[in-house]
């Protein structure tokens, strides 16, 4: 016996293959374990047409902890390895026999096989100090490979009887860093199968401790060692739907999502195509505490060929579905070398696109049929529907703008853009809206009087995302977004917009004097077309921001807090604050700025803005009250 060195630069390539591709040493068990399977794969595959291959026992792996001489085997009765071949998989890093079978076979999606790098195994030389290969072909000799990861390897003969090959990992002592015994510890060990390994179609077995009674004394129980299968087999994603029931959903959504409520929603499905795959997915019916907050882990779990790969990949759904719980299983993704990343690909974004696009038609089928349960999605993740239609300069929003729900004036309910634009009123050029705090102070607000009473549909947004969102659509169906709080909006007939001009007139001194009171306060003072039974309001200028949305940047901690909305006043001429007003400025036109200036408080803090010298406001109301009790 001799030993030899790896066919490569040794020692330096094996270094990058344990410390550098693998970032988490538990992986090492998901790898040989991946690679048992293979081997299973490949005699099961050849039993089919060559009866030498059958085997007499089930096809099974099996793991043997032996804490005494810090050793884990993982031991297979799959298609075995001869010398020639331990010389050309195990002595050559990177090489990989399951990557060679495959291309041998003429169809190869006619067996799975995961291991496609040949790296996978190097990467117990993690924990531990050396590693014995004992396998053994159909009709053939046993061989044995051993190494310490450092100073290369031997190749020579071997006593094992069966088919199969047996790894044994001899552990590293344990360190103030790494406590290299947690791989002894059989608990650990089925937590690590269950993780990663619990959809691999054989049995994975390992004897382990059970209490059981014992037999003739009453109340007495006894330790035995019986064999278990760790792992599951066949996962739930991956059975027929018809043999599912909604119990065994939610049962797995809770236990694998940690959540306590059931989903609002399963999405379970299976695509074949240019890129196949299954997936399990869930709209959960309640909010997690950290969603929207930076700690909120988003992504779906990713398995290929039933082994998990990632615990949380984001490429899979854009930022708006990121909701959405759940797992995708294909076998066409592409991974890196370590299987612990994704590669940025074709295969990748049409996975991602593919699944987006069935989230998407679970919510609009969802809104179609069950209204009720949709309404409750919305209260929950709408926020992230309105962020996609923001998000990348509005980007999405021809995808989601049909899923949106809005407060609306007529009914009192939620209703969609497109219903809201059904039933508009055969004259009504724009879809109006208007924004506030909550829809009781939307509903008091003097600017949408006239709109509801003409019967026009408002509708209501409550959302400090509502107004980006609206700038990023401009229109919907061709007709523009129009908001009620602006100056340009009117609703007003021809012959209301005559004799609006016709009063503008007559009182063109009253409004001159008014503007000039608040020339540093607003744009100009004007007579108001929408007003109905309040005396003032405020309006924003068309070519400027809104009024809500002062209020929104003005808590933003950057230069934005300074921005200001340019402000108009406007007067209702039918309310009799504005005879009073005339009648001041035909009296004495100089105390009319102290009227100007009361009304303009007023309009603030009817929009919820909060006045300069609230003491001041307080002293002038009492001053008028006191004239007016003089007067009188």
């Known amino acids: 016996m001799s030993k030899k060195q790896f066919k ?5 390539l094996l270094d990058l293959m344990i410390n550098s591709i693998y970032t988490n040493r538990e992986i090492f068990l998901r790898e040989l374990i991946s690679n048992a399977s293979d081997a299973l794969d490949k005699r099961h595959f050849l039993s089919l047409t060559d009866s030498a291959y059958t085997s007499s026992n089930p096809l099974t792996i099996q793991l043997a902890v032996d804490r005494d001489n810090r050793t884990l085997t993982i031991e297979d009765n799959g298609i075995g390895m001869n010398g020639e071949e331990m010389e050309k998989n195990l002595g050559t890093i990177a090489h990989s026999g399951s990557e060679e079978f495959r291309q041998q076979l003429e169809n190869s999606r006619e067996v799975d096989i995961i291991g496609q790098f040949g790296v996978g195994f190097y990467s117990a030389f993690m924990v531990a100090d050396s590693i014995t290969v004992e396998s053994r072909k159909v009709n ?11 100073s290369g390897y031997t190749i020579e003969p071997g006593d094992k009887a069966s088919v199969g090959t047996r790894i044994t990992l001899k552990l590293r002592e344990d360190t103030d860093e790494v406590k290299y015994s947690e791989y002894l510890d059989k608990y650990t060990i089925e937590q690590l199968v269950k993780k990663y390994s619990d959809y691999i179609r054989y049995p994975i077995q390992m004897m382990v401790e059970q209490s059981v009674p014992k037999e003739g004394s009453e109340g007495e129980y006894e330790t035995i060692e019986t064999l278990k299968t760790l792992n599951t087999m066949v996962p739930l994603w991956r059975r027929n739907k018809k043999d599912i029931k909604d119990e065994d959903y939610n049962s797995f959504y809770k236990s694998q999502f940690y959540d306590y409520e059931d989903p609002l929603e399963v999405i379970h499905y299976t695509l074949e195509g240019n890129v196949s795959y299954k997936a399990l997915l869930y709209i959960p019916s309640r909010i997690p505490y950290n969603y929207y907050s930076r700690d909120y882990e988003a992504g779906l779990q990713l398995y290929s060929k039933g082994v998990f790969i990632m615990d949380r990949c984001k490429e899979l759904l854009p930022d708006y579905f990121h909701f959405v719980k759940g797992l995708v299983d294909s076998d066409d993704v592409s991974l890196n070398i370590s299987r612990e990343m994704l590669q940025k690909d074709s295969q990748l974004q049409e996975l991602g696109k593919s699944v987006t696009k069935r989230v998407k038609s679970a919510l609009v089928n969802m809104l179609v049929k069950d209204r009720e349960k949709y309404e409750k999605f919305y209260k929950n993740f709408g926020y992230s529907l309105k962020y996609g239609c923001y998000q990348d300069y509005g980007l999405h929003k021809e995808d989601l703008q049909d899923l ?23 004259d009504q050029k724009e879809i109006y809206y208007a924004t506030g705090s909550s829809l009781a102070q939307i509903r008091k607000l003097p600017q949408i009087e006239k709109l509801l009473d003409r019967d026009y549909e408002v509708l209501f947004m409550t959302d400090d995302i509502d107004e980006f969102v609206i700038m990023m659509m401009r229109e919907y169906d061709g007709k523009n977004f129009q908001n009620a709080q602006q100056a340009d909006t009117e609703v007003e007939s021809d012959e ?5 001009e016709e009063l503008v007139k007559n009182n063109e001194s009253l409004l001159k004097d008014m503007g000039e009171a608040l020339k540093d306060k607003v744009k100009e003072v004007r007579i108001s077309s929408r007003l109905k039974s309040h005396p003032v309001c405020l309006v924003a200028d068309t070519n400027g921001i809104s009024l809500d949305m002062e209020k929104y940047l003005s808590k933003m901690p950057d230069g934005s807090a300074n921005m200001k909305a340019t402000k108009i006043l406007e007067v209702n001429p039918d309310h009799d604050i504005f005879k009073v007003l005339q009648k001041v400025h035909e009296k004495d036109p100089g105390k009319v700025n102290e009227y100007a200036d009361l009304l303009y408080q007023q309009a603030l803090l009817i929009e919820g803005f909060s006045i300069e010298d609230p003491v001041e406001f307080s002293n002038r109301i009492c001053q008028l009250m006191k004239e007016a009790s003089e007067n009188n």
Request: glycine share 2%; net charge positive.
């Open 140 to 150: 053939d000799e046993a061989f044995r490979w051993h190494s310490d990861g450092q």
């Open 496 to 500: 209301e917009k005559s004799a609006r």
């Open 8 to 12: 490569t630069e040794s020692r330096k």
């Open 404 to 426: 949106l729900l809005f407060y609306s004036s007529k009914d009192d309910k939620y209703v969609t853009l497109k219903e809201y634009r059904e039933r508009m009123k055969e």
